[in-house]
């Protein structure tokens, strides 16, 4: 699609902050097929900055097994911010502000049914909300995005479930919940 070649361009480009200073380079959503759902992270860690690809790392590898088993076979993975911070901080609100006009243009252009707000930072940047994750999991909210209206499913992020396996299987029914939602609608 064109307007995501052009948002693709856009990152590519982008030094509306600092952490354009110390990524190696700016990691674009990665898009299979016509999707209907975004997975939407926190920002790039060590490995997607490196390859310049979301989600590519230990945490992303359980993602995708995830969205795998559910039955993913259409998506987008993106990220709310599209640079990695120093030392895998946690990106700022105002990096956060800056870099949320392209998941703004990314939902204008695919007009998603559903987003997976992949953790805190996810939840925070797509809804507003600071709540405790534990409070928001597993639950589905209504975003307004450039204009657009979405679902939104609240989920850990992979790297947490990594480190708390405990975790596991409430995140793989979260993804079989989400692709629930978007094929078999009526059936949950
Ligand atoms: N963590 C994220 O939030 N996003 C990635 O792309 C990789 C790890």
Same mark, same amino acid.
């Given at each position: 699609m064109d307007c995501l070649e052009g948002i693709r361009e856009a990152i590519r480009s982008c =030094?509306? =902050?600092?952490l354009c200073k110390t990524r190696t380079q700016p990691v674009p959503p990665e898009t299979v097929g016509s999707p209907k759902v975004f997975f939407v992270g926190e920002a790039p860690g060590r490995e997607e900055d490196l390859q /310049?690809?979301?989600?590519? /790392?230990r945490a992303g590898k359980l993602l995708r097994e995830a969205m795998e088993e559910a039955g993913f076979k259409e998506y987008h993975i993106t990220n709310v911010v599209k640079c990695r911070p120093p030392n895998n901080r946690t990106p700022k609100s105002t990096e956060i502000e800056i870099c949320k006009r392209f998941l703004i243009d990314e939902v204008k252009c695919l007009k998603p049914e559903l987003l997976v707000a992949l953790g805190k930072t996810a939840m925070k940047g797509i809804l507003g909300f600071d709540v405790p994750l534990k409070e928001a999991r597993g639950k589905v909210y209504k975003a307004k995005l450039g204009g657009i209206s979405a679902k939104v499913l609240v989920t850990y992020h992979p790297a947490a479930v990594l480190r708390r396996r405990s975790l596991k299987e409430e995140f793989f029914m979260d993804i079989k919940k989400a692709y629930n939602m978007i094929y078999k609608q009526g059936k949950l």
């Open positions: =030094c509306s =902050c600092d /310049g690809r979301p989600f590519v /790392g």
